[in-house]
C-alpha cells in the first residue's frame, strides 16, 4: 500500500519561465505554519522535503519519509597480513 503524501505545510515554490536560466525558482514561507510543520516533523533536528510537480505543472514540497532499512556494518576489514592498510 502507497504512503500518503504529506505536503509540506507553510512553503511554496514558484517558477517563473522569464526569469533568467541561473534562477532555479521561488521560494516562499509562512512562518507560523512552516515552524509547526517543521517542530512536527523532525528527525534528530532535520526535516528533509522533496520539490515535485504535480500532474498540472504547479510545484510542490512534500516530507520525505524514505528511512534506510537498517544500518549498514563493516564485515570486511581491508588491511594486509601485517595489519597495515591494503595501500
Not at 53 to 73: H, R, S, V
Request: hydrophobic share 35%.
Amino acid at each position: 500500500m502507497a504512503e500518503s503524501k504529506i505536503f509540506a505545510n507553510g512553503f511554496s515554490f514558484k517558477r517563473n519561465a522569464n526569469a533568467p536560466d541561473f534562477i532555479v525558482g521561488k521560494q516562499s514561507i509562512k512562518v507560523d505554519e512552516a515552524v509547526a510543520f517543521l517542530q512536527a516533523n523532525q528527525k534528530n533536528g532535520w526535516v528533509n522535503l522533496e520539490v515535485k510537480q504535480a500532474k498540472g505543472g504547479n510545484y510542490y514540497l512534500e516530507l520525505d519519509t524514505w528511512e534506510p532499512k537498517g544500518e549498514a556494518t563493516a564485515t570486511h576489514n581491508p588491511t594486509t597480513p601485517d595489519g597495515g592498510l591494503p595501500f
